[in-house]
């Protein structure tokens, strides 16, 4: 609690009245006949981090993975409810599930770079999106996109080594990379630093705010510090419930709710 | 192992010999006994004034099992194998001079002889049996044998029946000598282990020695079995060549090896190998041209796309074709695509130039390729399935995630990451086109053409060699030798095919992980 606490003082201030990216009403999940959402209800604002905490099975991954249908790709998965981006409903038939999933990109918990090299798994996503329209403006936006991860002096001399081949904190910020060059809205992260030791996880967590000022950040984590650290609004699950949302430093000083109060004092999860 | 016949009263022994069976039981059953005092022995150390064991009861009860039972097994293995070599050279030894260069027999087919008699005389009752003597003479014993339904060669002489006789004794001296050897060193292996049994044996470590061995020496019979395949191809392969010349083998473009009668030294025929070779590889290549493309994209299917209830049930449906006997995609061949080929091509033919002439014949390089396709399709989706759906999910995630649509997941990341392993199954696959023999028969027929024409007959390495060793053939001559040199090429090129799987797979595996 006291170190949170301190983290705090120095982690960026609540900015008030952010315009909503993204608002999910009465979220339901369902794997099989088992439930994993029980109707959440949250508005993600604008350029600002929003973090996910609460215990291993809350479903707070689940959630994540509803803002850019990437539940459709389990089989057994059924969601119900309502998801908007820019008031657009994501689940709405006539909805591209490719373009969603262009304006909302994804960090996976393990860092997943394609086994082809550096250069390539950064243009992947514009070349499938037609996103250049010569080889200059692929490597423009490659070029860039690697800057913006903090990642263009490490590998600028090497573009053509594999991804693999790349220390696993360089791994995820080539993967954050990757996201960025589709130049998605939203970018979504589960659990982006939990693979990684403690000083690649501060390079990631400076990269993520930063990102913060042209980006909505959605991030799932276990670690309170990292939500207190990084996010502006943090959002509490329990067991499948939304139990509390607010702006992170009253989450972390003065939680409404018995259960958030628990759990970020350590008392379980 | 081959149990003993009934054996009546001789001169070493009142009953008759234990058979091999039984042996392996009493030494299964002594070791167990042993194992059943050890636990006991080893339970009663443990009670006493709170030693603490080294190992506990039940391996001190499989190592006294151990020691009784292998040792005497190996004795065993080694007598069945050694005693039938000492017999036979002592016998042979004793055959009178000159004997074998008045008649036509060699040694090893009088010996033969002898041991039939010797067989025929332990079936005989024991009144008849002790009527026969040193002395008395080969016709009344096979009168005798005769009546009990007991054939014997003609060539069988009189000095053979003393021989007979004396190996019938040295036989069940052997055995009897072998049962003995074998119980002693049962129970002293068992003894021996049973007295080391102390807190401090080592009995668990030992054990594991024990498993460990035994596990080497089940992998070592395979790839022993495979040294010897290859032995038992090369010598007769270096006889071939010894007749033929290897360039005459493996460049002549004509494949007419004739069947010359036996003992006549006459023109030995044309053993040029490229025709079947092209045949082999034209065949292969025409079933693989099908069978990749198909195979793979179900592969693709059943591994992205189906859900598992299809999936369920289709893998299966595809696996069943793995199950068919390859001779009956023969018939499948032979009375079914062939004919239906035959008669497609008359209709088109008669359909383009008016004149119903059918350009591919029932028996082709194209009905053979087709078949072997089928065949080998199910090799093809288990195998790329089974290496498609390893590959990490995550990857599949990476590239969804990124807006990427299923059929970009699979062409841009899934292929490029599962592509050794698929071209290592591909390679695999191609080795059994290539070992295919009874689809060929009946699909491509017999006749070893040279021809780059899919609708004429062609032939391959395996179909040759089976033409060349059946029938009612002399062993030593080029026209059956070469049937080994043909299995000794394939071997060698099928070996290459599975090293450079293996090579490929080895040098992309760490770029994949």
């Given at each position: 609690?006291?170190?949170?606490?301190?983290?705090?003082?120095?982690g960026?201030?609540?900015?008030?009245s952010?315009?909503?990216k993204?608002?999910?009403r009465?979220?339901?999940?369902?794997?099989?006949?088992?439930?994993?959402?029980n109707?959440?209800?949250?508005?993600?604002?604008?350029?600002q981090?929003t973090?996910?905490?609460?215990?291993?099975?809350?479903?707070?991954s689940?959630y994540?993975?509803?803002?850019?249908r990437?539940?459709?790709?389990?089989?057994s998965?059924?969601?119900?409810?309502?998801?908007?981006l820019?008031?657009?409903?994501?689940?709405a038939?006539?909805?591209?599930?490719?373009?969603?999933?262009?304006?909302?990109?994804?960090?996976?918990?393990?860092?997943?770079?394609?086994?082809?090299?550096?250069?390539?798994?950064?243009?992947?996503?514009?070349?499938?999106?037609?996103?250049?329209?010569?080889?200059?403006?692929?490597?423009?936006?490659?070029?860039?996109?690697?800057?913006?991860?903090?990642?263009?002096?490490?590998?600028h001399d090497r573009?053509?080594?594999?991804?693999?081949?790349?220390?696993?904190?360089?791994?995820?910020?080539l993967?954050?990379a990757?996201?960025?060059?589709?130049?998605?809205?939203?970018?979504?992260?589960?659990?982006?630093?939990?693979?990684?030791?403690?000083?690649?996880?501060?390079?990631?967590?400076?990269?993520?705010?930063e990102?913060?000022?042209?980006?909505?950040?959605?991030?799932?984590?276990?670690?309170?510090?990292?939500?207190?650290?990084v996010?502006?609004?943090?959002?509490?699950f329990?067991?499948?419930?939304?139990?509390?949302?607010?702006p992170?430093?009253?989450?972390?000083?003065?939680?409404?709710?018995?259960?958030?109060?628990?759990?970020?004092?350590?008392?379980?999860? | 192992?081959?149990?003993?016949?009934?054996?009546?009263?001789?001169?070493?022994?009142?009953?008759?010999?234990?058979?091999?069976?039984?042996?392996i039981?009493?030494?299964?059953?002594i070791?167990l006994?042993?194992?059943?005092?050890?636990?006991?022995?080893s339970?009663?150390?443990v009670?006493?004034?709170g030693?603490k064991?080294?190992?506990?009861?039940?391996y001190?009860?499989s190592?006294?099992?151990?020691?009784?039972?292998?040792?005497a097994l190996?004795?065993?293995?080694?007598w069945?194998?050694?005693?039938?070599?000492?017999?036979?050279?002592n016998v042979?030894?004793?055959?009178?001079?000159g004997?074998?260069?008045?008649s036509q027999?060699?040694e090893?087919?009088?010996?033969?002889?002898?041991?039939?008699?010797?067989?025929?005389?332990?079936?005989?009752?024991?009144?008849?049996r002790?009527?026969?003597?040193?002395?008395?003479?080969?016709?009344?014993v096979?009168?005798l044998l005769?009546?009990?339904?007991?054939?014997?060669?003609?060539?069988?002489?009189?000095?053979?029946v003393?021989l007979?006789?004396q190996?019938?004794?040295?036989?069940?001296?052997?055995?009897?000598?072998m049962?003995?050897?074998?119980?002693?060193v049962a129970?002293?292996?068992?003894?021996?282990?049973?007295?080391?049994?102390?807190?401090?044996?080592?009995?668990?470590?030992?054990?594991?020695r024990?498993?460990?061995?035994?596990?080497?020496?089940?992998?070592?019979i395979?790839?022993?079995?495979?040294?010897?395949?290859?032995?038992s191809?090369?010598?007769e392969?270096?006889?071939?060549?010894?007749?033929i010349?290897?360039?005459?083998f493996?460049?002549g473009?004509?494949?007419?090896?004739?069947?010359?009668n036996?003992?006549?030294?006459?023109?030995?025929?044309?053993?040029?190998?490229?025709p079947l070779?092209?045949?082999?590889?034209?065949?292969?290549a025409?079933?693989?041209?099908?069978?990749?493309?198909?195979?793979?994209?179900?592969?693709?299917?059943?591994?992205?796309?189906?859900?598992?209830?299809?999936?369920s049930?289709?893998?299966?449906?595809?696996?069943?074709?793995?199950?068919?006997?390859?001779?009956?995609?023969?018939?499948?061949?032979?009375?079914t695509v062939g004919?239906?080929?035959?008669d497609?091509?008359?209709?088109?033919?008669?359909?383009?130039?008016?004149?119903?002439?059918?350009?591919?014949?029932?028996?082709s390089?194209?009905t053979a390729?087709?078949?072997?396709?089928?065949m080998l399709?199910?090799?093809?989706?288990?195998?790329?399935?089974?290496i498609?759906?390893?590959?990490?999910?995550?990857?599949?995630?990476?590239?969804?995630?990124?807006g990427?649509?299923?059929?970009?997941?699979i062409?841009r990341?899934?292929?490029?990451?599962?592509?050794?392993g698929?071209?290592?199954?591909?390679?695999?696959?191609?080795?059994?086109a290539?070992?295919?023999t009874?689809i060929?028969?009946?699909?491509?027929?017999?006749?070893?053409?040279l021809?780059?024409?899919?609708?004429?007959?062609?032939?391959t390495?395996?179909?040759?060699?089976?033409a060349q060793?059946?029938?009612?053939?002399?062993?030593?001559?080029?026209q059956?030798?070469?049937?080994?040199?043909?299995?000794?090429?394939?071997?060698?090129?099928t070996?290459?095919?599975?090293?450079?799987?293996?090579y490929?797979?080895?040098?992309?595996?760490?770029?994949?992980?």
């Amino acid at each position: 609690m006291e170190n949170i606490q301190a983290t705090l003082h120095k982690g960026p201030a609540v900015e008030a009245s952010r315009p909503i990216k993204m608002t999910s009403r009465d979220v339901i999940v369902h794997y099989g006949a088992k439930q994993a959402l029980n109707g959440i209800t949250l508005d993600i604002p604008e350029r600002q981090v929003t973090a996910l905490i609460g215990p291993s099975g809350c479903g707070k991954s689940t959630y994540l993975r509803c803002l850019n249908r990437m539940n459709d790709t389990i089989d057994s998965a059924k969601v119900r409810g309502q998801i908007l981006l820019d008031g657009e409903d994501v689940y709405a038939p006539d909805i591209d599930v490719v373009e969603l999933r262009a304006r909302v990109g994804m960090v996976f918990q393990k860092p997943n770079p394609f086994p082809k090299s550096i250069y390539e798994n950064v243009s992947y996503g514009p070349k499938i999106h037609g996103l250049a329209h010569n080889k200059q403006e692929l490597d423009e936006i490659v070029h860039t996109s690697l800057r913006k991860a903090g990642l263009w002096r490490e590998v600028h001399d090497r573009l053509d080594e594999p991804g693999t081949g790349l220390s696993g904190g360089q791994q995820q910020r080539l993967c954050i990379a990757r996201a960025i060059a589709v130049s998605p809205e939203v970018i979504l992260m589960d659990e982006p630093c939990s693979a990684l030791d403690p000083i690649a996880t501060a390079t990631v967590e400076e990269l993520i705010d930063e990102l913060r000022e042209n980006y909505t950040i959605v991030i799932v984590t276990h670690s309170m510090q990292q939500a207190a650290r990084v996010s502006q609004l943090t959002a509490m699950f329990h067991l499948g419930d939304l139990a509390e949302v607010g702006p992170t430093e009253k989450i972390f000083s003065n939680p409404d709710d018995k259960r958030t109060q628990d759990y970020i004092t350590g008392r379980f999860g | 192992m081959r149990s003993e016949p009934l054996v009546p009263r001789n001169s070493f022994g009142e009953s008759a010999p234990v058979s091999t069976f039984t042996i392996i039981l009493i030494v299964i059953a002594i070791g167990l006994a042993g194992a059943v005092m050890a636990y006991r022995r080893s339970r009663a150390l443990v009670g006493k004034d709170g030693v603490k064991m080294h190992s506990r009861p039940t391996y001190h009860a499989s190592f006294v099992a151990c020691w009784g039972i292998i040792p005497a097994l190996l004795t065993l293995a080694v007598w069945l194998i050694v005693s039938p070599i000492v017999i036979s050279t002592n016998v042979s030894a004793s055959f009178p001079e000159g004997v074998l260069a008045d008649s036509q027999l060699t040694e090893g087919l009088a010996y033969g002889i002898v041991e039939s008699i010797g067989t025929g005389l332990q079936v005989l009752p024991g009144d008849e049996r002790a009527t026969i003597t040193d002395a008395t003479p080969v016709a009344d014993v096979t009168a005798l044998l005769r009546d009990r339904g007991i054939p014997t060669a003609s060539a069988a002489t009189d000095w053979m029946v003393p021989l007979a006789i004396q190996l019938n004794s040295m036989q069940i001296w052997s055995r009897w000598a072998m049962t003995l050897v074998v119980f002693v060193v049962a129970v002293a292996g068992a003894f021996w282990a049973y007295r080391q049994i102390a807190p401090r044996l080592r009995a668990r470590n030992n054990v594991e020695r024990i498993v460990n061995g035994a596990l080497i020496a089940a992998s070592s019979i395979a790839i022993m079995t495979t040294v010897g395949i290859v032995f038992s191809m090369l010598f007769e392969t270096i006889d071939f060549f010894s007749r033929i010349s290897p360039a005459e083998f493996f460049f002549g473009t004509s494949w007419e090896p004739r069947f010359s009668n036996v003992g006549s030294s006459g023109n030995a025929g044309s053993f040029g190998f490229i025709p079947l070779l092209a045949g082999t590889l034209y065949i292969g290549a025409v079933a693989m041209l099908i069978a990749v493309p198909i195979g793979l994209f179900a592969a693709i299917y059943m591994a992205e796309y189906a859900d598992n209830r299809t999936r369920s049930i289709v893998k299966p449906l595809l696996e069943v074709l793995a199950g068919i006997p390859t001779i009956v995609y023969g018939f499948f061949a032979l009375i079914t695509v062939g004919p239906f080929l035959r008669d497609l091509s008359a209709e088109i033919s008669g359909l383009a130039t008016g004149n119903y002439v059918s350009f591919i014949e029932a028996q082709s390089v194209l009905t053979a390729g087709l078949v072997m396709a089928i065949m080998l399709i199910p090799f093809v989706s288990s195998l790329s399935d089974d290496i498609i759906t390893s590959v990490p999910t995550s990857l599949r995630d990476g590239s969804l995630g990124l807006g990427a649509t299923r059929s970009e997941t699979i062409k841009r990341v899934i292929l490029p990451a599962a592509l050794p392993g698929i071209v290592s199954a591909l390679l695999l696959t191609a080795s059994r086109a290539i070992g295919e023999t009874m689809i060929v028969v009946l699909a491509a027929g017999v006749a070893a053409n040279l021809t780059l024409n899919p609708f004429e007959p062609m032939t391959t390495i395996t179909v040759k060699i089976v033409a060349q060793l059946t029938g009612d053939l002399e062993f030593n001559t080029p026209q059956t030798l070469v049937a080994f040199a043909l299995g000794m090429t394939l071997f060698v090129i099928t070996l290459g095919l599975n090293v450079y799987a293996l090579y490929i797979v080895r040098k992309y595996k760490e770029q994949y992980e």
